[in-house]
């Protein structure tokens, strides 16, 4: 997992970060801060050279995700994290390897030295490269893909020209010879700032009261006037949620997203239409044509496997629990996992329930999903030794497998 240097912008002392977190909190000043990176979060490696005016920042394009890959003979996974260079540099390495991983990274700060480019490539088309590469492992026809919970961020090497020669600044060593013209198409960042991390306070917008949360939560919560809150590009902004009733002493809450969605391709607008089209076992209630349809998606991440298994679990319960608005005392697992990404799953989900299922395989390039609202809700699960269980779904999930999903 990454690591950054920063330093706290209350009183200055050096902070380390993971990757994956969304709280600084200072060990000298207890300063806690939310970080608001933009679409992309953007590091820049650390040069080993003084003079660092003269640097050129060439821009890498980073992707860590889940991928979910549907054909005629089923559902593939799989974790990937790469790293791609994103301009049209053939004497650049076309990766950075497990540069990020051994060194400590930076964010881009107004005290960053020396020139940045813009990639030349957009995230589209790091997904097409990716895309590709994965299309040539295939030995049969691909009906769907789906990126899910990715992380595309922009990382910035640093390199120097000396006598018609790049040099690597990282290691301070000759690269390749290059003219001094080999860096004319690519464009300049015009403003510094639209890469710099920004930070506000953890403080509850509605009541003033200090928002809860680990440091890797997407979501914090007010205790107070018990309201949830994400970030957004002007700050924090609320979404709606509920807990589930559970045993407050034991145990976790875990997040899901509860999905209302317009489906196009098949029929899907009830609890009794989902039943019909998993084959499902059970009787039909009559209760069940009126009541409406909703996904559940785990709002964190976690391997492929679990989250597809969770994600049916909970939609085939559907659950009707009473809800309650005030928060309980146990802890909560964060939210690490965005409603849009979710959403990106729902058709993986189908694919995956759907019987029988190579006949509706052949249907997914025709279905299309649209989000109508959603919700974000906290279930209980109780504790074991080493898993999390929720009885009343017959679901289940390893703590270890809940704690590695973290650092996805």
Same mark, same amino acid.
């Given at each position: 997992?990454?690591?950054?240097?920063?330093?706290?912008?209350?009183?200055?002392?050096?902070?380390?970060?993971? &990757?994956?977190?969304?709280?600084?909190?200072?060990?000298?000043?207890?300063?806690?801060?939310?970080?608001?990176?933009?679409?992309?979060?953007?590091?820049?490696?650390?040069?080993?050279?003084?003079?660092?005016?003269?640097?050129?920042?060439?821009?890498?394009?980073?992707?860590?995700?889940?991928?979910?890959?549907?054909?005629?003979?089923?559902?593939?996974?799989?974790?990937?994290?790469?790293?791609?260079?994103?301009?049209?540099?053939?004497?650049?390495?076309? $990766?950075?390897?497990?540069?990020?991983?051994?060194?400590?990274?930076?964010?881009?700060?107004?005290?960053?030295?020396?020139?940045?480019?813009?990639?030349?490539?957009?995230?589209?088309?790091?997904?097409?490269?990716?895309?590709?590469?994965?299309?040539?492992?295939?030995?049969?026809?691909?009906?769907? #893909?789906?990126?899910?919970?990715?992380?595309?961020?922009?990382?910035?090497?640093?390199?120097?020209? #000396?006598?018609?020669?790049?040099?690597?600044?990282?290691?301070?060593?000759?690269?390749?010879?290059?003219?001094?013209?080999?860096?004319?198409?690519?464009?300049?960042?015009?403003?510094?700032?639209?890469?710099?991390?920004?930070?506000?306070?953890?403080?509850?917008?509605?009541?003033?009261?200090?928002?809860?949360?680990?440091?890797?939560?997407?979501?914090?919560?007010?205790?107070?006037?018990?309201?949830?809150?994400?970030?957004?590009? $002007?700050?924090?902004?609320?979404?709606?949620?509920?807990?589930?009733?559970?045993?407050?002493?034991?145990?976790?809450?875990?997040?899901?997203?509860?999905?209302?969605? #317009?489906?196009?391709?098949?029929?899907?607008?009830?609890?009794?239409?989902?039943?019909?089209?998993?084959?499902?076992?059970?009787?039909?209630?009559?209760?069940? &044509?009126?009541?409406?349809?909703?996904?559940?998606?785990?709002?964190?991440?976690?391997?492929?496997?679990?989250?597809?298994?969770?994600?049916?679990?909970?939609?085939?319960?559907?659950?009707?629990?009473?809800?309650?608005?005030?928060?309980?005392?146990?802890?909560?697992?964060?939210?690490?996992?965005?409603?849009?990404?979710?959403?990106?799953?729902?058709?993986?989900?189908?694919?995956?329930?759907?019987?029988?299922?190579?006949?509706?395989?052949?249907?997914?390039?025709?279905?299309?999903?649209?989000?109508?609202?959603?919700?974000?809700?906290?279930?209980?699960?109780?504790?074991?030794? $080493?898993?999390?269980?929720?009885?009343?779904?017959?679901?289940?999930?390893?703590?270890?497998?809940?704690?590695?999903?973290?650092?996805?």
């Amino acid at each position: 997992m990454w690591q950054i240097e920063h330093q706290c912008p209350q009183c200055g002392a050096p902070v380390t970060l993971q &990757e994956t977190d969304h709280l600084l909190t200072c060990p000298f000043c207890r300063t806690r801060l939310y970080l608001i990176t933009g679409q992309h979060p953007s590091y820049c490696l650390p040069s080993a050279v003084s003079d660092a005016t003269d640097l050129l920042y060439i821009p890498y394009w980073r992707f860590k995700g889940l991928v979910f890959t549907c054909t005629d003979s089923g559902t593939a996974t799989k974790v990937m994290d790469t790293s791609t260079v994103a301009a049209h540099l053939k004497w650049m390495p076309n $990766s950075l390897g497990v540069r990020p991983q051994a060194m400590k990274l930076r964010f881009i700060t107004p005290q960053t030295q020396g020139t940045m480019f813009m990639p030349q490539l957009s995230v589209t088309d790091m997904l097409k490269r990716i895309e590709e590469q994965l299309d040539a492992a295939l030995r049969t026809s691909l009906l769907y #893909r789906a990126f899910i919970g990715e992380t595309a961020s922009t990382l910035f090497a640093p390199f120097f020209m #000396r006598s018609g020669t790049a040099f690597d600044a990282i290691l301070d060593r000759p690269l390749a010879q290059v003219t001094e013209t080999a860096f004319a198409a690519l464009k300049q960042f015009e403003q510094t700032k639209d890469l710099q991390v920004k930070f506000i306070a953890c403080l509850c917008p509605a009541c003033g009261s200090d928002l809860d949360g680990e440091k890797e939560s997407m979501v914090l919560l007010c205790r107070n006037c018990s309201s949830a809150w994400r970030s957004s590009v $002007s700050g924090l902004e609320q979404i709606a949620y509920t807990v589930l009733p559970g045993n407050d002493t034991q145990g976790d809450y875990l997040p899901f997203w509860k999905i209302k969605a #317009r489906v196009d391709g098949v029929e899907l607008k009830s609890r009794a239409d989902f039943m019909r089209l998993t084959n499902a076992t059970q009787l039909i209630k009559r209760q069940w &044509e009126e009541r409406e349809f909703y996904f559940w998606s785990p709002a964190f991440k976690v391997s492929p496997e679990p989250f597809l298994r969770l994600s049916q679990g909970v939609t085939m319960v559907q659950p009707e629990a009473a809800e309650m608005q005030d928060i309980p005392k146990a802890p909560f697992h964060p939210v690490t996992l965005a409603v849009q990404e979710a959403v990106e799953s729902l058709k993986v989900v189908l694919a995956e329930s759907a019987i029988p299922k190579k006949t509706f395989l052949q249907k997914l390039p025709e279905i299309s999903i649209q989000i109508v609202s959603f919700k974000l809700v906290y279930v209980p699960f109780q504790s074991s030794a $080493s898993e999390f269980i929720n009885p009343a779904m017959c679901l289940s999930i390893n703590k270890n497998t809940l704690r590695w999903g973290i650092t996805l």
